[in-house]
């Protein structure tokens, strides 16, 4: 992460050989500045760590054996467990990539809804039924596709709950023809 770093020695230098109250003013103003972008990249750079490290140890089954093991994971799970507020946990993994053993991920896309499954109290996230389907159509015969009712029901034998429709929507989020 990056860090700032305000040399005090140079600093005095400065304020010592300003001659009128205006260069006095000019530099005072300048330190006090470099000092507070220093204290705020300081914060945010904490701020990220605290974060960054609370969603990957949530996703851990993720990193460990692959996108079917995404779990469902919202703003709010992890501002609740920081103790900062949605907006700024949003702000924080807007734009910062994540080198991991699974390679280099927004985020962002730690994030996804929760599908319900046939088991209670378990439920799957959005991106790794996306990742199920992608799976089912690669291996599908290319000469007879599943249709969006078959998909459904193929995963729905896997214990996930999804309607035709959901099928036909992520097919289409993830440019995928129908089998028509």
């Known amino acids: 992460l990056p860090s700032i770093y305000v040399n005090k ?4 230098e400065m304020q010592k050989k300003a001659i009128d109250e205006d260069a ?12 507070w972008l220093k204290r705020a990249v300081a914060k945010r750079n904490s701020t990220t760590l605290k974060v960054g490290s609370e969603i990957i140890r949530r996703q851990t ?10 779990k469902p994971l919202s703003l709010k799970d992890i501002a609740e467990k920081v103790n900062m507020h ?5 702000r ?23 599908i319900d499954t046939d088991r209670p109290g378990i439920e799957t996230s959005a991106a790794a039924v996306r990742n199920l389907i992608k799976t089912i ?5 290319v000469n007879k596709p599943f249709s969006d009712e078959a998909l459904a029901e193929i995963i729905s034998n896997k214990g996930v709950k999804l309607a035709r429709r959901t099928v036909a929507k992520y097919r289409e989020l993830m440019c995928i023809p129908s089998s028509a």
Request: aromatic share 10%; hydrophobic share 35%; net charge negative.
């Open 9 to 12: 020695k140079y600093a005095d």
């Open 24 to 35: 006095k003013e000019y530099t005072s103003q300048a330190i006090a500045s470099a000092r």
């Open 61 to 70: 089954d993720f990193l460990e054996k692959g996108l079917d093991h995404l």
């Open 86 to 90: 949605e907006s700024t946990i949003s």
């Open 92 to 114: 924080v993994t807007s734009g910062l990539l994540i080198n991991t053993p699974r390679g280099t991920f927004p985020l962002k896309s730690f994030f996804s809804i929760s």
């Open 137 to 141: 159509i690669s291996d599908e015969n």
